[in-house]
C-alpha cells in the first residue's frame, strides 16, 4: 500500500521569493552599472566640456591681445616711429580670468633660456623679395644653393641663376611642383623653395620662441637635433621677413622731397629755408650742388647736415621716386646678424654699432646717429639698404586659460603704411607647443 504525498506550500513560496529576490538584485545591480557608467559619462563630459571652454578661454585672450596691439600701434607707431618698451605691457596681461604674453626678441642680446616680451619690428629683417643676393648669402647658414633658388623663386623669369633652382629642378622633386616665378608672399613661402631644410629655417628653435628650450640643448635625446653647447642657433626665419615697406609720402599725405635727384633740388632748398633759414639752407645746399644722390644717407654725408638737423626733416626726405618704398633695414632695430649683412656695415662694423645702440638708447629716432657711428664711406655704401623708420609690426601672442589650463598661441603682423594699423597676416602657432619658457612652465599657477 502507497504512503500518502503531502504537499508542502510554503516550500514553493520560498523559492518563488528567493528568485525574486535574486531577480530585484540582479535589477538592482544593473540599475547601479548604469548610474555609474552615466555618472562617469557625464563626469567625461564634464572635464571635456571644461577643456572646452578653457581652450576656448585661452583663444579669445589671445584674440584680445592682438586687439591691444592694435591699440598700441596706432598710439605709438605713427608716422614710422617705433613704440618703446615703455609705451606698452608685453607680459601677464589679464583678459577675464586668462592671460596673454607678447612673445619677441632683443635685438642688442643673444638668446638665454628666458623669453623677451615686445613687439618686433619686420623692418629688423632682410626682405626676402628686395636684398641682393650678397645680403642673403651673408646670413648665418645660407648656402650659395639656397640663395640662389630664392633668388629664382621670387623673379619673374625662367632663367636659372648661379647654383638656383628653376622648374627642370622642381619637377624632380616629390611631389613635383613648378617655381613660383613670383614675389613671396609669406615667409614661411620658404619651406618650398629648393634646398630650405627644416634645420636651417628654424635651427634649433624649434617652437620658434627664440628660447633654449631644454629639448633644444639635450643633444640627441629629443628633437630637434642640436649641439648641446648652452647656445641657441636661430634659423634663417628670424631674420628675414617680406613685410617691410614704408610710404613715400609725408604726414600731410603730400610727396616727400627726393634728395637724391637734381630737378628735385629747388624743392629741397624750399623745405631747408622753411626748417633752418635761408643761411644754413644754402650752406647745405652748396656741396650737393649738381650731384646726383643715391640715398638719404648720402645726403647726410655730403651735405655735412648734423644730426640734430637731419632728425627735423626725416620724415619729409626721401631718394626714390616709388611710392612705396621696399625692403629698407631699420638700423635702429636690426639685430647684429642683420646688420651684418648690410654692405657697408658687414660683420666687421655690426658689433661697434651694436655698442653704440646699447650707449646711446635715446638718440635711437632715426639713421642721423650713424654720422658718429659710422664712417662716412662705409655710410654712403650702406646708405641705399637702410632706414630709421619702421611701418610693419609682427606680435607673437601667447595665451594661457584659467588657473594655467589652457592654451593658444597666435602670430600676426601689423601694417601701418596707410595709417591706421591692419592686420595683413595671422597664423595659430598651438600646435609647436609650449612657448613662454622652463620657469613658467614648472610653475604651479601663472599669473
Known sequence: MRAPCYVFPQVGRMHTRGSVLIIVLWVCFGVVALVLYFAHSMSSELRAADNRVVSLSAREAADGGARYVAYVLGQYATGGTRPLSTDYEAQALPVGDATFWILGRDPDIEPTDEPVFNLVD???KINLNTATRGMLE???YMTPELAGAIIDWRDTNANVTENGAEDETYSRLTPPRRAKNAPFETVDEL???YGATLDLLFGEDLNRNGVLDPNEDDGDASLPVDDRNGILRRGLLDFVTVYSAQPNTRSDGSRRVDVGAVPSRQ???QLLVDRFGATRAAELMVPIEGQQ???V???MVRSRITAAEFERIQADVTASTAAVVRGLINVN???ETVLACIPGIGPEKAPALISYRLSHPEGLTSIAWLLEALDPASLVQAGPFITGQSYQYSADIVAVGPHGRGYARLRTVFDLSQGAPRMVYR??????????GAVALDSATLP
Open 267 to 269: 624743392r629741397l632748398n
Open 138 to 140: 651673408a646670413l648665418p
Open 191 to 193: 619651406r618650398l623653395v
Open 293 to 295: 644722390l643715391g640715398s
Open 333 to 335: 632695430t636690426a639685430p
Open 122 to 124: 619686420e623692418a629688423s
Open 427 to 436: 597664423q595659430d602657432l598651438s600646435g609647436l607647443g609650449w612657448a613662454l
Open 297 to 299: 644717407a648720402e645726403f
